[in-house]
């Protein structure tokens, strides 16, 4: 059966318009609204895009009432389960699963990518010694266009595919740089026996006076929540991807902009907020009070790691990660107060009217920085660890688009300043 298109009425002059509805594979029908400017000569409002879809995407698919996300179709619990981030980053990329050999030679291919230009080390070195690691990100993989301007002919599929790969490769050699440089440590390099996720923890904490054996623990984990980070739709930083990418800018400077917009504390920022709230707190006795400031009105303060714009529900991503944080404090036999401190905090928050009445669960930032922590990243780095897992999606939605080219992102506005008036000559003012 097709669907009836939906007729919108202007009532002032009696003017209509057809929307034809447009339904993807799942999802909630959407109303094609192309045809409202043009015929009744109203454009639409909706602030935040809270109803609007700005793109169609074979991608990832979330169900935010029923707490569903799948990639390419296959459950996020599935993928978590049994697949692993370079996997999941050949499926988000190419929408298939690989067979061994397409896998073998995706692996090899991210794995002779991954070192960085040796004057990139240099640039590092020009930030101060403690700049934010997300603001020398957003530089360093910005100034990618600069070092490998040679194969970046945006027509060609081929330059594009090699631009994305390079960047998947190369953000864990730039974000273990950006520690290093803070740390005053040494650079290091990859190493190309070691996994994606091996490798990128051996550029981080090994260093020249001894030898460092990556803990499979920590290998592990990592490669739990570079998967459940790799996409999710047309999130803030995704849309920016996407928006910039619209314009024809090369994809280092759409993913720097990815950077920027994740870096926000209602978007990825969130997971550095959620650590520095809860040591606020400090102890289970203040949970409560904390609780009752973030149902204040007039109080700015609100519980960071939790709320969604599209989960409805507990945010799938959150309880594996919950589960996982357990696991790795287990296995390295180390208990955190802050973890004792989450889950109070979580469970006076559900049981509360406040936040069931306006649906808020904990989503993907609220327990991921505890498994950080115990790993010994520092909390400036969290964000950090979420750009070098978004990176594929990033890439693969701006792929996506690229290959399927739309028109260019231009939204419109409701102009509210002053109507026209005369310039005053500045004696007169
Ligand atoms: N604590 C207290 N109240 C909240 C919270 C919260 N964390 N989140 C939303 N609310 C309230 C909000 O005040 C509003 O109340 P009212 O209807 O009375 O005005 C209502 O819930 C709806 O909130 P909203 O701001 O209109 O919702 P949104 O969809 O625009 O924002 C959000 C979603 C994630 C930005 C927001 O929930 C938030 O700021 N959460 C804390 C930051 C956070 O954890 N961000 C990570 C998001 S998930 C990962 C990612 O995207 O990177």
Redesign the pocket.
Known sequence: MSDKPVILTDQNTGKSVELPIIRGTEGEPTLDIKSVAPELGYFTYDP?Y?GTASCTSKITFIDGGKGILRYRGYPIEQLAESSSFLEVAFLLLNGELPNQDEYTEFVNEITYHSMVHEKLNTFISGFHFDAHPMAMMAGVVGSLAAFYHAKLDMNNPVERKLAAMRMIAKMPTLAAACYRHYMGWPSAYPLNNLSYTERFLHMMFSVPAESYKVSPVAAKAFDLLFILHAD?EQ???TSTVRLVGSTGANPYACVAAGISA?WG???????E??LKMLEQIGHVSNVAKFVDK??D?DDP???????????KNY?PRASIIREAAHEVLDELGRSDPLMDLAMELERI?LEDE??IE???YP????YSGIIYRALGIPVSMFTVM?AIARTVGWVSQWLEQANNPSRIGRPRQVYTGPAERPYVDIEQR
């Open positions: 935040g809270a999710h999130n803030a930083s994740l504390p209602a978007h990825g920022g969130a997971n907020e959620v973030a149902k009105r303060f609100r519980l960071m790691g939790f709320g969604h714009r599209v989960y945010d928050a406040y936040f306006k649906k808020l989503n993907v930032d609220f979420f």
